[in-house]
T-cell receptor, first 110, second 116 residues
Framework: GQQLNQSPQSMFIQEGEDVSMNCTSS?????WLWYKQEPGEGPVLLIA?????ELTSNGRLTAQFGITRKDSFLNISASIPSDVGIYFC??????????FGPGTRLSVLP | GAVVSQHPSRVICKSGTSVKIECRSL??????MFWYRQFPKQSLMLMAT?????????EQGVEKDKFLINHASLTLSTLTVTSAHPEDSSFYIC????????????FGEGSRLTVL
């Protein structure tokens, strides 16, 4: 079935650094979503992407829908301690069920 | 953004009892809702797709009689863990799709079940 890969699996960064993570698939998706999950909480939608090549920002977060429609990346600029959490990507293929990546676990060191 | 609410957020029960978890879409109608299970430090595992007015579609390996799903209205789906056992202890999360607007998927806050 469809699978998403996320890299890196985990990362430790210093406060103030920029972060980059990506999501790849062997299948084409028509929508990419990025979520953040904090411990004991449900995932919260950060950014939604609908068109190949689309670049969308939400505050310090920027995400892009890859041209091939098989990948997406998420960047976080000037990280702060509250950015800690697990970041999931999800791909949707024409209204069928969303497929989720395994997540990237982000730790921010003060 | 759209809001999905889950209740209860935490529940502790004795082995052999049944537990019901509710998932509500508060400001949009959801013909489809999804139920996930999440183990510590792992991704979301889709258990079933809840369809309003019809039977749920379960993923392979998920016991239908163990995890009863009812989607009686466009804003409410329930997951009942029947005859719960300690191995059913987990974090259960629902999501709902806002089909009429953006098509985006919104998650509930999650429900942590502990079976003693």
């Amino acid at each position: 079935g469809q699978q998403l890969n996320q890299s890196p699996q985990s990362m430790f960064i210093q406060e103030g650094e920029d972060v980059s993570m990506n999501c790849t698939s062997s299948s084409i998706f028509n929508t990419w979503l990025w979520y953040k999950q904090e411990p004991g909480e449900g995932p919260v939608l950060l950014i939604a992407l609908y068109k190949a090549g689309e670049l969308t920002s939400n505050g310090r977060l920027t995400a892009q829908f890859g041209i091939t429609r098989k990948d997406s990346f998420l960047n976080i600029s000037a990280s702060i301690p509250s950015d800690v959490g697990i970041y999931f990507c999800a791909g949707d293929n024409y209204g069928q069920n969303f497929v989720f990546g395994p997540g990237t676990r982000l730790s921010v060191l003060p | 953004g759209a809001v999905v609410s889950q209740h209860p957020s935490r529940v502790i029960c004795k082995s052999g009892t049944s537990v019901k978890i509710e998932c509500r879409s508060l400001d949009f109608q959801a013909t489809t809702m999804f139920w996930y299970r999440q183990f510590p430090k792992q991704s979301l595992m889709l258990m079933a797709t809840s369809n309003e007015g019809s039977k749920a579609t379960y993923e392979q390996g998920v016991e239908k009689d163990k995890f009863l799903i009812n989607h009686a209205s466009l804003t409410l789906s329930t997951l009942t863990v029947t005859s719960a056992h300690p191995e059913d202890s987990s974090f259960y999360i629902c999501s709902a799709r806002d089909h009429l607007n953006t098509g985006e998927l919104f998650f509930g806050e999650g429900s942590r079940l502990t079976v003693l």
